[in-house]
């Protein structure tokens, strides 16, 4: 929930394996036998190196705390029954905590952040079979030292200044088809980066601080193309941690969307800092279907504690430029994050409640940690009960509101439904379709036609 997303992060670690190596991409993602079947493709391939895409370590709250540690153990198991070939991890998921990753789930490699250069170099440092890993960047390994005790060794991370333009552009006829043919999305990053602090976020740590753009041009090529190639699609993802930060890369994409005819609707996250009237018109020139809108919190002091930058105000004024411009704004609020209070819950409940926006998402605070340490997991458990219990009481007066832990205008049958009508895409862009049985007649209307 709430789609499959394409691999996009595979499809760059492997559009950058020089061509001298034969490589495979098996997406586990829609078999029903996940494990059987990367058993047979390991034993047909026999490949030198096995390298897993570790995207999520847990759900973040859409169905309830669910971690997906020990299904990533079980890959590795199977991938140890037919082959003694290394094994590396990486991707998004991976980066947030490596070094306690690589000692929980024992890969032979790990490598965190962006990986296509540090995958090559360690390909090359495989190939020449010295046992020298020192170049390969943000290479992680699970040492013993003299005395028998293991530790994780991590090697640091590139100086260098990765010029995004250099790098191959995913190459999606590797997609599994199935992708594009039940959700209909495809994903596209237009930079990498973010500059700002906020303290709670792992974006940072993957993608690095430094914001790296890509060429507008290029950006809109690689749309319509894959768009040519799957007319199936019907919904495009920005996949950038902030899509308008820096405001001027976002109005030249959206320009040159515009210019082009640009019609699949799309959505990105956005910020409220340097969000004006001019982008907003210009997202609704280039068919920008939504903005999902991290304000995190109706507490100025909460704000400020998270290093947002903004204030109650900027949000205000972000949400009253969209309605201007007639862009979706879907608010998404954090609650009981550390130090908070359940009367800082009521505040944020009652500021979303006062600002009304498109739609809002209210997600419940969970920490990475928690599939690790059980003692964290038992006491966030129970604050976060007595969130979903305040959640209760006000779920049914806020029609327009998601509230995933409690399955309110978000649940798998809701999904089904509105995929089955065609819509691609998050759901609350659809949410004023939805009645408040969450299954409206024009909904079901819809499905039947379609
Ligand atoms: C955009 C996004 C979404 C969009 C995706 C839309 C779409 N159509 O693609 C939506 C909103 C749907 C979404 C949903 C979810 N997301 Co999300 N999402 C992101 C985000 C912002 C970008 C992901 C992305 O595509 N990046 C672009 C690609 C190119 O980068 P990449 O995947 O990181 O790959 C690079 C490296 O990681 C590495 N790499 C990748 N794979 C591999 C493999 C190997 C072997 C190696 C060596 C390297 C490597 O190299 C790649 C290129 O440099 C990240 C945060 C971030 N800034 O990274 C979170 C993030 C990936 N999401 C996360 C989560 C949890 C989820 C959800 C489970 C729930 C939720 N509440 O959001 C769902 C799961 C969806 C699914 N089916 O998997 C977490 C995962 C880690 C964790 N904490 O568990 C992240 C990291 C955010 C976070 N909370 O910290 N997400
Ligand atoms: S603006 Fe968004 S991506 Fe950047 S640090 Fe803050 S929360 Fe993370």
Partial sequence: MPDA????????VQASIPARHQSELWDLCFEAAPLDHLWARITAFSPDVVAIGMRNIQNNDYTGYHDNLSWYADILAT?????????????????????????????????????EAAFELLLEALERGDGDFSGVPNLHRVVTDGLGRER??????????QDLDALPVPDRRLVDPRH????????????????????YCTYPTIEGRAVRRRDPARIVDEMFES????????????VDSVFNLPPSHAKEICRQLAARGWQVPWTAYANPLAFDRELADLMRQANCAGLEIGADSGVDAILDRMRKGFSLADVRKMDATCKAAGVKDCMTFILGTPGETLDDVRATIDFCTDLDPFAAIMMVWMDDY??????????????????????????????RWLIPALGVNFDARLFGLL???????PLWQYIDMVGKDRRSARLRRQAAAA
């Avoid at 768009?227 to 920005?238: N, S």
Wanted: contains cysteine; proline residues 6%.
């Fill in 152 to 161: 994780v060794h991590s090697n640091p991370a590139a100086v260098r200044f």
């Fill in 79 to 115: 991938v140890r029954s037919c082959t003694t070939s290394p094994t590396v991890l990486g991707g998004g998921g991976f980066s947030v905590m490596p070094a306690e990753l690589m000692q929980h789930l024992r890969p032979d490699f790990g490598i965190s952040g962006e990986g």
């Fill in 419 to 425: 995929r089955a009508a065609g819509k691609a895409g």
């Fill in 5 to 12: 997303v394409i691999p996009l992060g595979l499809l760059y």
């Fill in 370 to 399: 928690e599939s690790l340490d059980a003692a964290l997991a038992a006491e966030r458990r129970v604050f976060r009960e007595q969130i979903k219990e305040l959640m209760r009481q006000k779920a049914e007066e806020f029609p």
């Fill in 180 to 199: 594009f043919a039940n959700y209909r999305i495809d994903s596209v990053q237009t930079k990498r980066g973010c500059s700002l602090k906020c303290d």
């Fill in 227 to 238: 768009l040519a190639r799957q007319p199936e699609i019907r919904h495009v993802f920005v």
